[in-house]
């Protein structure tokens, strides 16, 4: 298990093998981010020892397994500057001397100029802490999320003179201003993002054609046990077999979860199924009290976040995944949900909507199931259809099975991720 911990240089010292890249985090370790958590580990059995930079404390009671294995420590950042002012303090008297804060100060003036919120402070002041305790060995910041995370990698890049890279995914995308996203690509090495809805839209406000690059996060397939078989053959006719619907995600408007729960209380009478939800978020109790008002309390199983075993556990379980996810009115949208992929590797049929990467993954009624989203009228005819349907489920679910193991294996990405390092690292990729 690795060892948390409020880094400093001296501490850092007792590494053997000093890092060189330094990975900056909003949070870590994450439950609902088990993609960027399989990432750090596939890049340390790649010969990568990195440092990890988080924004945040853990705000999850439990980790994965994954977490376990992860050797590299964990320096948290102040989440708020107001919670340590010494150590800003500390790190102001040594950045003032550096040539490269001068820069970023006048960087600072100019955004704040277009951004007056106390965010943008805020994220300035943890690019300070973070210059000044980053080890001098690092060299490169790769960093996971353009809002943010990637302020601070921005304003740190320039205090430090280091290079710095992009993971891009979806809030952070699509809910940034223009003119953000732009300088951002600018100053950065590469950005790589995960759907070409993404890629698409970074490369037009982005200064090189080859900067922005698509890169799947795929599913480590080595740590997911073969369901063996797939769902159960019940078609909802029988109150003493209910079809298992499931769905895994955060309780937040872009999920669609209302939309869902309004498609369920639409069913008929005689169809008989449970619902369970796996899952924190901010909307949970408001979600709640909709399946409450709509009658669906008997049906549903809220069953809060869960680590990645138990989630797996849940899938072999069940004969349906949904996931109604929506562009939300601040323009918040999923990328290409790993949970789709997840559910698909455990051969369950999967019924989502059409929205930004899950086209990608899903080919509708050969793969899964789509349906447009914020339909409820659709997605009701949909639910309806697979719950009565147990051959059309298990259809799907093969023939997911076989593309998610095809064509979304973590490996393709890693190999991708692991020549722009070496590249910004200044060395050979090894063969």
Known sequence: MPVYYRASFDLY??????????????????????????????????????????????????THPIHAEIEAPVYYLPEYLHDDISRLLRACLWIIWKPGFWLSLLTLVRDFSRDTSRNRLRRFGQAIVMAHEMPDSVQHYYTHFMHTPASVSYYASKMTRRTWSISAHAKDVWTIPGWELREK????????????????YLSKLASRADQVALLYHGLDFDRFDQKQGVGSMHDGSDPENEVRLISVGRAVDKKGYDILLAALASLPDSLHWRFVHIGGGELLEQLQRQA?????????????????VEVLSQYRDADLFVLPSKISADGDRDGLPN????????????????????????????????????NCQQLAQALETLIRDPGLRSRLALAGFERVRQAFSMDRGIDILVAKLHKSLGESAPT
């Open 13 to 62: 010292q007792i590494q053997v093998m000093p890092p060189r890249l330094a990975i900056v985090l909003k949070g870590y370790p994450r439950l609902s981010e088990t993609f960027i958590a399989q990432e750090i580990r596939a890049l340390e059995l790649r010969g990568f020892e990195p440092c990890i930079f988080s924004l945040r404390h853990p705000y999850d009671p439990d």
């Open 185 to 200: 690509l600018a100053s950065a090495d590469w950005v790589v993002t995960c759907t070409r809805a993404n890629r698409d």
């Open 292 to 308: 409450h008002e709509l009658g669906l309390e008997e049906h549903i199983q809220w069953l809060g976040a869960l680590s990645q």
């Open 339 to 374: 949970v789709l992929m997840e559910a698909q590797s455990q051969n369950l049929a999967c019924l989502s909507t059409r929205v930004s990467g899950i086209p990608e993954l899903i080919v509708h009624a050969e793969t899964g199931w789509l349906v447009e989203q914020q």
